[in-house]
């Protein structure tokens, strides 16, 4: 089993900056796929960035590159999301994911934290 704890959601005004951590324990994640993934209300959840444990490899989605920026420090076990120039259309919760294979939709991952809101005002 693998558990996840987000951390560092808020409110921010537009513009602004956010950081998100995602603690990985239990089992190993040095292969796994860990994503960040985001719901706003009424709409599906979708994944705004993965990255592979073990190669560093990322991806984001379109609509925030270039913006967020996914990173691991693998002494702390732990992923991170910076985000900068923070939209209102970001506005959602924000959720961890980790599996071993991932991939880029929410039913491609296993493990799943509980979540944290970012607001962004304009």
């Known amino acids: 089993q693998v558990q996840l704890l987000e951390s560092g959601g808020g409110l921010e005004q537009a513009g602004g900056s956010l950081r998100l951590s995602c603690l990985a324990s239990?089992?190993?994640?040095?292969?796994?796929?860990m994503g960040w993934f985001r719901q706003a209300p009424g709409k599906e959840r979708e994944l705004a960035a993965v990255?592979?444990?073990?190669?560093?490899?990322?991806d984001y989605a379109d609509s925030v590159k270039g913006r967020f920026t996914i990173s691991k420090d693998n002494a702390k076990n732990t992923v991170y999301l910076q985000m900068n120039n923070l939209k209102p259309e970001d506005t959602a919760v924000y959720y961890c994911?980790?599996?071993?294979?991932?991939?880029?939709?929410?039913?491609?991952?296993?493990?799943w934290g509980q979540g944290t809101q970012v607001t962004v005002s304009s």
């Open positions: 994911a980790a599996d071993r294979e991932g991939g880029t939709t929410a039913r491609d991952y296993g493990y």
């Open positions: 239990g089992r190993t994640v040095g292969n796994y796929a």
């Open positions: 990255i592979r444990w073990y190669t560093g490899n990322t």
